[in-house]
């Protein structure tokens, strides 16, 4: 079975930069698409960025310009490069790996931003 194994995540203080890796590995269908989802206490989980196998992104408004979502399509891994990070983008974050069987979740790593 295919599996998502996350790092990066950790506690920064405001106006700090986190980068999160996800890698994938198994039995993977083609890749049409990744991204990362975040999911804070309370509320929904959403969209942050996506980015497809040939290299069009999308970013959620709130983390436009300060956050860059990247791949690297021979080794199926996905990173997500935060910066200038507040408190508001405390939340688990969650990669995420669309093909053209199913789609696939990672296990999440938490992402905290306090002084």
């Known amino acids: 079975q295919v599996q998502l194994v996350e790092s990066g995540g950790g506690l920064v203080q405001p106006g700090g930069s986190l980068r999160l890796s996800c890698a994938a590995s198994?039995?993977?269908?083609?890749?049409?698409?990744m991204g990362w989802f975040r999911q804070a206490p309370g509320k929904q989980r959403e969209l942050v960025a996506s980015i497809t196998s040939g290299g069009m992104t999308n970013y959620a408004d709130s983390v436009k310009g300060r956050f860059t979502i990247s791949r690297d399509n021979a080794k199926n891994t996905v990173y997500l490069q935060m910066n200038s990070l507040k408190p508001e983008d405390t939340a688990v974050y969650y990669c995420?790996?669309?093909?053209?069987?199913?789609?696939?979740w990672g296990q999440g790593t938490q992402v905290t931003v306090s002084s």
């Open positions: 995420n790996v669309n093909t053209n069987y199913r789609e696939y």
């Open positions: 198994g039995s993977i269908f083609r890749i049409n698409a």
